[in-house]
T-cell receptor, first 117, second 112 residues
Framework: GAGVSQSPRYKVTKRGQDVALRCDPISGHVSLYWYRQALGQGPEFLTYFNYEAQQDKSGLPNDRFSAERPEGSISTLTIQRTEQRDSAMYRC???????????????FGPGTRLTVT | AQSVSQHNHHVILSEAASLELGCNYSYGGTVNLFWYVQYPGQHLQLLLKYFSGDPLVKGIKGFEAEFIKSKFSFNLRKPSVQWSDSAEYLCAVKNQGGKLIFGQGTELSVKP
């Protein structure tokens, strides 16, 4: 079946512009996660949703970052007034179950490579 | 705060050599443990996972990992690597909060 998809795959933007990154999870998956990965580092948690409810946004670095999942399926991560330090790979993952240790594993999309010039 | 440490940033091996990648985590409670792999040009794929039970878990492509609770470790092993195993390997911990906490990753290069 179809996996997690993300768009765009690559995004180059100028400093100060807003960007919106999209994630389409596996159909039926309850939980959706956003991570950010800098070069040479592992992914770092940003935020996650169960259905349409944002459960944890503790990883969002500042108020320029926001995310939504209005219908409990597709999610959008928005970065306002982008800065060069926002350049990274943004990864989305989904899982069948929600929180708790019996939740299933997370399946990752291909990522969006964001470059802010 | 929880953290995951992978000891080697870059490992270079010859084909048929044995592999062991270290992973240690800091969290006193019950956790799930994962190894993910990213082959060049592809996205993160789950290699293996530990939830409970037998601490020796087997994954895809001949990989296995052993959970040692007393050492807070979850090392990845493979008896004989192939050139096609060249990739980045990421260890991750998941607690009851749901999010994954990753190590910095280990890049494995296998020389043919």
């Amino acid at each position: 079946g179809a996996g997690v998809s993300q768009s765009p795959r690559y995004k180059v933007t100028k400093r100060g512009q807003d960007v919106a990154l999209r994630c389409d999870p596996i159909s039926g998956h309850v939980s959706l996660y956003w991570y950010r990965q800098a070069l040479g580092q592992g992914p770092e948690f940003l935020t996650y949703f169960n259905y349409e409810a944002q459960q944890d946004k503790s990883g969002l670095p500042n108020d320029r970052f926001s995310a939504e999942r209005p219908e409990g399926s597709i999610s959008t991560l928005t970065i306002q007034r982008t800065e060069q330090r926002d350049s990274a790979m943004y990864r989305c993952a989904s899982s069948l179950a929600g929180t708790g240790l019996r939740g299933s594993e997370q399946y990752f999309g291909p990522g969006t490579r964001l470059t802010v010039t | 705060a929880q953290s995951v440490s992978q000891h080697n940033h870059h490992v270079i091996l010859s084909e048929a050599a044995s592999l062991e990648l270290g992973c240690n985590y800091s969290y006193g409670g019950t956790v799930n443990l994962f190894w993910y792999v990213q082959y060049p040009g592809q996205h993160l794929q789950l290699l293996l996972k530990y939830f409970s039970g037998d601490p020796l878990v087997k994954g895809i492509k001949g990989f296995e990992a052993e959970f040692i609770k007393s050492k807070f470790s979850f090392n990845l092993r493979k008896p004989s690597v192939q050139w096609s195993d060249s990739a980045e390997y990421l260890c991750a911990v998941k607690n009851q909060g749901g999010k994954l906490i990753f190590g910095q990753g280990t890049e494995l290069s296998v020389k043919p």
